[in-house]
């Protein structure tokens, strides 16, 4: 049987078969491979113009002494937040620079929060009280379920949390790794004459191939210096919306040069040799972490699969030989 199947396998004609699916294959997921993704930058962009027009509008309703009456368009979500005053119990300062360092912005993400901060307690609580005593699914005693329960219920609570967390750590996992670049190209453009406005406004649009948040960051706050009064408050934002410590130092600098009318080409000089370096240094630091990380999966995977490979052919050998 054995003889058989190896046999088969090692077969000029099943070799060329598979081998012609498998390039088959490979050369269809090529071509559907650029229909099926979603245009990312596009969406991207698109949010950056909403943002633009939102600031443009609050701009002229503050600089408009006219009073506007406007009826706003109520989800179940808005109604759930504003009749159980969940801004007042659940809301607070820390997840509105969350929802804002995750890319979530404006009153319609906040109530979406409080929403889910209010709803998936309930639904995991529910949810462990049905699978553990309705359906009874775990022979297990009663305190065990009932501490099961528990934490499901803190689970619930801490979901949408860690939920903002991990989309956050993404972002600043993006822009850490561009900022560098995007601090040399806006000290070309500040040394070669440009305001910093438009140094700003240019590094937006060529950055997008290397970082589309930092892009979109970039591009809101060029639309914040231009409709703002104080531009110490959009670099203010700005360090706030991304939360690393390279652009806060920027966000500094800039602002003592907007104060103090001290030239920025050499703190950005700087500051750009200090987030390269950095770079490199948290490069390094997880290619010291990889050998230890290797070892399991190695041991697991790969001497097992090196084991049969070295070992088949013999055995095969024995067999026929017998």
């Not at 199947?5 to 090692?10: D, N, V």
């Not at 065990?144 to 499901?152: C, F, K, N, S, T």
């Not at 939920?163 to 850490?176: M, P, S």
């Amino acid at each position: 049987m054995i003889e058989q199947i190896a046999a088969s396998l090692f077969d000029a004609r099943f070799l060329g078969t598979a081998l012609t699916g498998i390039a088959a294959a490979a050369t269809a997921f090529a071509i559907a491979q650029p229909l099926l993704e979603s245009d990312k930058l596009g969406k991207r962009m698109k949010l950056v113009s909403d943002e633009r027009e939102q600031i443009r509008r609050r701009e002229r309703e503050k600089a408009s002494t006219r009073a506007t009456l406007r009826v706003e368009s109520k989800t179940y979500m808005k109604e759930v937040v504003e009749r159980f005053d969940l801004r007042r119990w659940l809301g607070t300062e820390t997840a509105k620079v969350k929802l804002m360092q995750a890319g979530y912005r404006g009153p319609q993400s906040e109530t979406a929060f409080l929403f889910f901060r209010l709803v998936m307690p309930v639904v995991m609580t529910v949810g462990a009280i049905v699978y553990l005593f309705v359906l009874e699914v775990l022979d297990q005693p009663t305190l065990v379920r009932v501490a099961l329960v528990i934490v499901a219920a803190l689970l619930g609570i801490k979901a949408p949390e860690l939920f903002l967390l991990n989309a956050a750590k993404k972002r600043q996992a993006e822009v850490r790794k561009a900022w560098p670049d995007a601090l040399d190209l806006t000290l070309i453009c500040v040394e070669s004459g440009m305001a910093v406005e438009h140094a700003f406004k240019r590094v937006s649009t060529e950055i997008v191939t290397s970082s589309i948040v930092l892009a979109e960051e970039l591009a809101l706050m060029t639309a914040e210096m231009s409709y703002l009064p104080d531009r110490r408050v959009a670099y203010e934002n700005l360090a706030i919306r991304i939360g690393l410590d390279p652009v806060k130092a920027v966000a500094t600098a800039l602002i003592q040069a907007e104060r103090y009318g001290t030239p920025i080409g050499q703190a950005l000089r700087v500051l750009s040799q200090e987030s390269r370096d950095q770079r490199m240094t948290e490069a390094e630091k997880k290619a010291a972490a990889l050998p230890p990380k290797l070892t399991v999966p190695m041991i697991l995977f790969f001497l097992p699969v090196l084991f049969v490979v070295i070992i088949t052919p013999a055995v095969i050998q024995i067999m026929r030989v017998n």
